[in-house]
């Protein structure tokens, strides 16, 4: 596992160019930070860039060290490994790209590329490395006559990259970054009809200092909000279209915060478990608005407060059932509970149920449908495809409950 990386900022107006809201530079730091990397020595004769990567709070427990490009020649000691990660902080480019997995580290140079374009990133052997800046003083020429001294192990990439040359190339990679915010367990809904709304907001939003739990608390509150429509579906058809509109835009704006998260590198386990939280109450809240609303619609119909507080019963005993299995496990999503009793091998019923109805549960297909609903004044429908829906989603995470925490309790 490689431990340091060498980042070198050559032009100072290149490195510090913003896409979607880091420059170059710190781009390439938090990339190599998501990678595992704990040692960063940036070379760069600018005050401004050193500035820049000092200020990141991700790395303000790493070992950050900046230097000019050739006093490091009299200090290559700092790199204690057999290799180290180098960086042309004129380049975008997704962290999935450094994957260290690859067994073709096996040569005194390798090179990652893109067809026949260089990316700028490379893994370098350390001695062969110092054994050509001890004859030089300058770091270009050490550069220069170190990539021109070895045939490259070519390590062929499809992940996103792109180099910085322009306002145009700018652009390119806030555009080639956004291809990558969309989770592979999201929907279909989220993916072809929310995306098309979230990202173009979230493109612009990302040129801001707002964080993702600032957009979570937005769309929080936009559930609550949806909630009290729907609690007074009785004063009219404009609370109930309202409400579902609502909820159809916090569905929209639950995608942001991730989307905010993924491109500028700021996820943690914090802002997981804070989104999935909300969400939750939000789900909650909108159980008892609409709840609240039947019965207010049919006040002589006690049944149909029983029957939502039984629903929000079940859904609140299977929710705590994923929250005590997510947290032994130490993740922050509820999608793991899912995925892993999807990949039961025993296919237990549970399972099965859970695939067939896995669309069922998810926010962007069961928004868009009560959205549709409300549109056409069927609170009713939305009323019962909340009891129907929650009942049964509800009882196939009870059933499935002692098989997964069993399963904890042997890992």
Not at 298 to 324: C, D, K, R, W
Not at 367 to 387: A, H, P, Q, R
Request: aromatic fraction near 14%; include cysteine; charged fraction near 20%.
């Amino acid at each position: 596992m490689l431990e340091t990386v060498l980042i070198f900022a050559k032009d100072e107006e290149k490195a510090l160019k913003k896409v979607a809201g880091l420059s170059v530079v710190r781009r390439a730091a938090m990339a190599s930070f998501k990678a595992g990397i704990s040692n960063f020595i940036v070379l760069t004769d600018s005050d401004k860039v050193a500035k820049d990567i000092k200020s990141a709070k991700k790395l303000s427990k790493s070992n950050i060290e900046i230097l000019s490009p050739n006093s490091f020649l009299q200090n290559t000691e700092k790199l204690k490994e057999n290799r180290f990660l180098f960086i042309e902080a004129d380049n975008v480019f997704h962290y999935s790209l450094l994957d260290f997995s690859t067994s073709d580290f096996n040569s005194k140079l390798s090179q990652y590329f893109q067809g026949e374009e260089n990316t700028g990133i490379s893994i370098i052997s350390t001695q062969a490395f110092k054994n050509i800046a001890q004859k030089e003083n300058d770091f270009e020429t050490v550069l220069n006559r170190f990539m021109s001294s070895f045939a490259p192990t070519k390590i062929q990439t499809k992940a996103v990259w792109t180099k910085i040359t322009d306002k145009k190339s700018i652009k390119t990679a806030k555009n080639l970054l956004f291809t990558t915010v969309t989770k592979p367990t999201s929907g279909f809904v989220s993916k072809y009809i929310n995306a098309r709304f979230s990202i173009p907001v979230t493109k612009i939003l990302s040129e801001f200092r707002i964080s993702p739990n600032f957009i979570t608390v937005i769309t929080f509150s936009i559930g609550l909000l949806s909630a009290w429509c729907m609690a007074n579906a009785n004063l009219g058809y404009f609370y109930v279209l309202m409400g579902g509109i609502l909820w159809q835009l916090a569905a929209i704006s639950d995608r942001a915060d991730g989307e905010i998260a993924r491109v500028k590198m700021s996820d943690s386990k914090f802002g997981g478990w804070f989104d999935t939280v909300t969400d939750n109450l939000a789900y909650v809240a909108f159980f008892f608005g609409v709840t609240i609303g039947m019965y207010n619609l049919h006040p002589q119909n006690t049944e149909y407060l029983y029957l939502g507080g039984i629903t929000v019963f079940v859904i609140l005993l299977g929710l705590a059932g994923m929250y005590s299995y997510v947290i032994r496990i130490g993740s922050a999503s509820l999608q793991t509970y899912n995925a892993q009793l999807a990949e039961d091998e025993n296919q237990s019923t549970a399972a099965t149920l859970l695939k067939k109805l896995k669309f069922m549960s998810k926010r962007d297909f069961f928004s868009l449908t009560f959205c549709v609903f409300c549109m056409f004044d069927k609170f009713e429908f939305v009323y019962w495809g909340l009891m129907i829906g929650g009942n049964i989603i509800g009882f196939v995470i009870l059933m499935s409950q002692r098989k997964m925490m069993n399963q904890v309790k042997t890992a």
